[in-house]
């Protein structure tokens, strides 16, 4: 039929007024013979155009009616247009949900499900959904009666009959109902197996809680028991047998699609574990391997299926053991560290679209409420809801959570968990990805109410309220336990000292009372400075609890800000740079070291708001800095002073700088290359030990001789100095060489250069609370038995004469660190033939070099450590790789030149590329010695002083662990790691060292 210009233009305009994005295609439509009874009456254009989609519910309106039998076409147009609340019901869940006008299309009278509009129909509950089940006789008939039940909630739900909450509550015991006619019948098809045993189906997850979405993973643990004269054994398998069908019963896919996955990979052991235990089995269990996310999971645990007296057991018998959780250790950094695992794995594309995983999502809410209820819940059953939004309004009851914060959280979690069901509903599919397409958005808008504006209304909504919850997931945990120290208003709900307390021990505080006393001393008062403090200290609080010693954290703060305090960029600085107050926190709460560097100088705080103050500055800019502040001091002493103070400000750069690039943040996980990092702290330290060093001999040389000293002097160098790969707890290793000047004797010359030394050696050693700076010369000729310093010519009469092969081995890491330049040059070309050998060191040297090792082994080990462990001296540990490394430049730098470099990594890089190594095996060599190098730097971090194995105390074993990326639970690991890693490489030592490889 052809429609009028006129009319035309007329239904066109009032289409788009109503909604329609292709009203071309909706005027063809409209004029089916299928709608000529209804296309002319305006009441179905408005109720079409108060859809989420018009043209959706339009094409589902066409194809329904197609679809009807003849003798239901006339009945379902008539209701159409008399009947306003189906009118409603019908278009709306057409316009919101393609997959249930593809159920009706298919099923062309399950329209008349939406018939009924009693108040008995408005909340029907498990009992109503099983009659409605009732008829399915196969999985197939189970899928069509499960889609007409969710038809009627899907209707209730975008005509706005129900709430959030009653549809999450609707869709669990749709769940339920369905899973007891699964079971049903799983229980027909296996009589004897259903007699065998008692099965209990437990919910968990959203279904358990009473809150699930419409597409949803059903997750579910299954116990099971014999009956009278059945062997365990025989009734476990069951009940294996019977739950395995149940699952598949919902999971496969028919000609009528799916219901759900059930899910039972939070049974014990996961996957791993049996699918049926005994009750008694699971007790075990939880009593003995649990983790603590397993007992969190708990939380929702509800008996749904099967034998409600047993599974009535299962909950009461655990539900104690949920409720002591918070007592384990690192109760709250464990379920935190869990929350930024599942961060950290949403693909990098996705994450400004999840809705319940990433930052500002649905799982930032229900973690902050599961957290309060797992610590509070203990002592306060009134806590105890597994639905989340009845948790936090208990929580709020009970004065854990500001009342404010309690609304503006259920207001966000309502708005998100409502955007996730409209998601959801269009397809029938299980995702949390907001839509990324103009249509999908204007939909998820309009589903929501949002009619002028839709997708910018959207875009402001879903921003302002993941923006609060991202706020009020750190402020719900930590504020509440500086309420617990200020003088609150009369009547004011607040945290009680006992409540704060426990809390605090929670959190990883060993001891709550000094933690509120720093509290209160932090934030007492109406300063600006305790105003600041109250805003920065809610965020502060949760990265202390997630390091291994809150307590150390906190104090450090107190100890800084007691410093700085006055200081007004101090508290400005940790406002307003977001990243500066999270590295402070790091830093403070790693160990002795870097807050020990801090205190002696706090200004230092600053270079934690620069983006670039943490890279380390070059060894050039660091001797031009120490020099200057040198020629500015008054004597020797001042001189050294000022030098010892620029080491400990760059210090801290280097310590902090290596804490948070292990650490990361939330937003950034730690994802660092462990070589790079190691390799830039070893150049940093040693830069700054050389620049010490020329700092210390040019204040020597000012304060004796004036501008020029007798004697050319040069200072060499040696070991991991010389390699750069000093450690922060390393000595420096040192040559010393001198070179008389025209005119001056060989003993005035002497006289001065020992001078130097000894004034160099004193200076460095003054007492300080900075770390050490220990010069160590044994390795020079003839060791401690020969003289400190010795002339150019003098070095080359030794090593011509008498020069041992260990000397050549130790000349391999000598580089010129101060003094005269020309002179250390010659120096280094004097040495190069010795420690580069024409044709390599020969068959008895190496034999010399073993057996040295050998003996170094069984004589330096310090008796009683663990050489599994020894960083340094142990099994594939420091020393095995050096000198394998060593071992292979004494015999082969004279041909290969990427084999003369001082740096241990370079050099078994360089022996790789020239094949004298495997590349599986000098990967192993690698990651070995990075990992013993971490280790012994963290052991310094965490300690403040130095050691080559772990520490045996268990706070800093957790330290260290928290530095080389292991959880609290995980130390045990740590250490099965370091010694697997190690073992593998004395494997390759064995071969390459002592072997015939070399």
């Given at each position: 039929m052809t429609v009028p210009q006129g009319r035309r233009s007329s239904t066109f305009t009032r289409l788009l007024r109503h909604g329609f994005i292709t009203p071309s295609t909706a005027e063809r439509l409209l004029d089916t013979p299928e709608l000529a009874a209804v296309r002319s009456?305006?009441?179905?254009?408005?109720?079409?155009?108060?859809?989420?989609?018009?043209?959706?519910?339009?094409?589902?309106?066409?194809?329904?009616?197609?679809?009807?039998?003849?003798?239901?076409?006339?009945?379902?147009?008539?209701?159409?247009?008399?009947?306003?609340?189906?009118?409603?019901?019908?278009?709306?869940?057409?316009?919101?949900?393609?997959?249930?006008?593809?159920?009706?299309?298919?099923?062309?009278?399950?329209?008349?499900?939406?018939?009924?509009?009693?108040?008995?129909?408005?909340?029907?509950?498990?009992?109503?959904?099983?009659?409605?089940?009732?008829?399915?006789?196969?999985?197939?008939?189970?899928?069509?009666?499960?889609r007409r039940c969710l038809l009627s909630i899907a209707a209730r739900d975008v005509c706005g009959t129900t709430d959030l909450?009653?549809?999450?509550?609707?869709?669990?015991?749709?769940?339920?109902?369905?899973?007891?006619?699964?079971?049903?019948?799983?229980?027909?098809?296996?009589?004897?197996?259903?007699?065998?045993?008692?099965?209990?189906?437990?919910?968990?997850?959203?279904?358990?809680?009473?809150?699930?979405?419409?597409?949803?993973?059903?997750?579910?643990?299954?116990?099971?028991?014999?009956?009278?004269?059945?062997?365990?054994?025989?009734?476990?398998?069951?009940?294996?047998?019977?739950?395995?069908?149940?699952?598949?019963?919902?999971?496969?896919?028919?000609?009528?699609?799916?219901?759900?996955?059930?899910?039972?990979n939070l049974r014990p052991e996961g996957r791993n574990g049996p699918l049926v235990r005994t009750l008694s089995s699971h007790l075990a269990?939880?009593?003995?391997?649990?983790?603590?996310?397993?007992?969190?999971?708990?939380?929702?645990?509800?008996?749904?299926?099967?034998?409600?007296e047993l599974g009535r057991a299962y909950v009461d018998t655990l539900?104690?053991?949920?409720?002591?959780?918070?007592?384990?250790?690192?109760?709250?950094?464990?379920?935190?560290?869990m929350r930024r695992r599942v961060v950290a794995g949403i693909p990098v594309g996705e994450v400004d679209r999840e809705l319940k995983l990433g930052p500002g999502g649905l799982r930032d809410v229900e973690f902050a409420v599961q957290l309060l209820q797992l610590v509070h819940g203990r002592t306060d059953t009134a806590l105890r809801s597994p639905t989340t939004l009845t948790a936090l309004a208990d929580l709020a009851d009970g004065g854990y959570v500001g009342r404010a914060d309690a609304f503006q959280l259920d207001e966000a979690y309502r708005f998100l968990r409502s955007m996730e069901h409209r998601i959801q509903l269009y397809k029938l599919r299980r995702t949390h990805l907001v839509p990324d397409d103009e249509a999908g958005l204007r939909r998820l808008g309009r589903s929501l109410g949002m009619r002028s504006e839709p997708i910018a209304d959207l875009g402001r909504e879903w921003k302002r309220h993941a923006s609060a919850v991202r706020r009020l997931h750190e402020k719900l945990f930590y504020r509440p336990l500086l309420d617990a120290v200020a003088q609150l208003a009369p009547g004011e709900a607040g945290l009680s000292a006992d409540a704060a307390r426990e809390r605090l021990v929670a959190l990883g505080y060993a001891d709550p009372a000094g933690a509120l006393r720093h509290l209160e001393a932090l934030t007492a008062g109406v300063s600006r400075k305790a105003a600041i403090q109250r805003t920065l200290l809610p965020v502060l609080l949760g990265w202390f609890a997630d390091s291994a010693d809150p307590d150390a954290g906190l104090l450090n703060f107190r100890k800084v800000s007691d410093a700085l305090g006055k200081t007004p960029w101090y508290l400005r600085?940790?406002?307003?740079?977001?990243?500066?107050?999270?590295?402070?926190?790091?830093?403070?709460?790693?160990?002795?070291?870097?807050?020990?560097?801090?205190?002696?100088?706090?200004?230092?705080?600053?270079?934690?708001?620069?983006?670039?103050?943490?890279?380390?500055?070059?060894?050039?800019?660091?001797?031009?800095?120490?020099?200057?502040?040198?020629?500015?001091?008054?004597?020797?002493?001042q001189a050294v002073t000022a030098a010892r103070g620029v080491r400990r400000r760059e210090l801290f750069r280097t310590t902090a700088a290596d804490i948070i690039g292990s650490y990361g943040t939330e937003e950034s996980p730690a994802e660092q290359d462990h070589g790079a990092l190691i390799d830039r702290v070893g150049s940093a330290v040693s830069d700054l030990t050389a620049a010490t060093l020329g700092g210390t001999l040019r204040a020597v040389v000012r304060e004796g001789w004036g501008d020029t000293l007798p004697t050319r002097f040069a200072v060499i160098g040696m070991g991991r100095f010389g390699g750069h790969e000093l450690s922060y707890g390393s000595d420096a290793d040192v040559l010393f060489v001198h070179e008389p000047r025209e005119g001056v004797s060989e003993e005035e010359a002497a006289r001065a250069a020992n001078s130097v030394v000894s004034e160099m050696r004193r200076l460095l050693q003054l007492p300080s609370a900075d770390p050490p700076l220990l010069v160590d010369a044994d390795l020079r000729p003839e060791g401690r038995s020969g003289p400190l310093v010795r002339s150019l010519p003098s070095y080359a009469a030794y090593y011509r004469r008498w020069s041992l092969t260990w000397e050549a081995q130790a000349l391999l890491r000598a580089e010129p660190v101060a003094g005269d330049a020309d002179l250390a040059a010659r120096f280094i070309e004097l040495i190069d033939p010795l420690r580069y050998p024409p044709e390599g060191v020969g068959e008895e040297a190496v034999r010399d070099i073993r057996r040295l090792k050998a003996r170094m082994e069984s004589e330096r080990m310090p008796r009683g450590q663990d050489p599994t462990l020894h960083t340094k001296l142990g099994r594939g540990g420091l020393s095995d790789i050096e000198w394998t490394v060593q071992l292979l430049q004494l015999r082969h730098g004279w041909a290969e030149p990427g084999l003369r470099t001082t740096r241990t990594r370079q050099a078994l890089a360089a022996a790789c590329a020239a094949r004298l190594i495997g590349g599986e095996e000098a990967a192993i060599l690698d990651e070995a010695w990075i990992l013993a190098a971490r280790v012994r730097n963290a052991v310094m971090l965490v300690r403040g002083r130095a050691g080559d194995t772990f520490p045996a105390d268990g706070r800093e074993l957790a330290a260290v662990g928290r530095y080389l990326g292991y959880d609290p639970g995980h130390l045990g690991d740590m250490l099965d790691d370091y010694r697997r890693t190690t073992r593998r490489a004395r494997a390759v030592v064995e071969e390459m060292f002592y072997g015939a490889a070399l």
């Open positions: 009456d305006p009441v179905l254009l408005d109720a079409l155009g108060a859809t989420a989609d018009p043209d959706l519910a339009l094409l589902g309106l066409v194809r329904l009616i197609e679809a009807q039998p003849d003798d239901e076409r006339q009945t379902l147009i008539n209701t159409l247009v008399t009947a306003k609340p189906l009118r409603d019901r019908l278009l709306g869940v057409l316009g919101a949900s393609e997959a249930l006008a593809d159920h009706l299309a298919r099923h062309p009278t399950d329209w008349q499900a939406l018939v009924t509009y009693e108040a008995v129909d408005l909340h029907p509950g498990v009992a109503d959904f099983e009659r409605g089940l009732a008829d399915a006789d196969d999985a197939v008939a189970l899928r069509v009666s499960y909450i009653e549809t999450a509550a609707e869709l669990a015991d749709l769940a339920t109902a369905t899973l007891r006619a699964a079971l049903a019948l799983a229980s027909a098809a296996a009589p004897e197996d259903a007699a065998a045993c008692r099965l209990a189906v437990i919910a968990m997850g959203k279904c358990g809680g009473h809150e699930l979405n419409y597409v949803s993973d059903v997750d579910v643990i299954f116990v099971g028991e014999p009956v009278d004269g059945v062997d365990e054994g025989k009734a476990v398998q069951a009940a294996t047998r019977l739950a395995s069908h149940m699952m598949r019963i919902c999971s496969e896919t028919t000609v009528e699609g799916t219901i759900w996955p059930v899910d039972a269990y939880y009593q003995r391997w649990a983790k603590t996310w397993e007992f969190q999971a708990l939380l929702k645990a509800r008996p749904v299926a099967g034998d409600q539900s104690p053991l949920v409720w002591q959780v918070s007592e384990r250790d690192n109760f709250v950094s464990d379920a935190q560290k600085l940790l406002r307003d740079e977001g990243a500066a107050a999270e590295n402070l926190a790091r830093v403070l709460s790693a160990g002795r070291l870097a807050p020990d560097l801090l205190m002696r100088a706090p200004e230092a705080v600053a270079l934690l708001g620069d983006p670039r103050g943490l890279e380390p500055r070059p060894g050039r800019q660091l001797e031009q800095e120490i020099l200057a502040a040198v020629s500015r001091a008054s004597g020797a002493e």
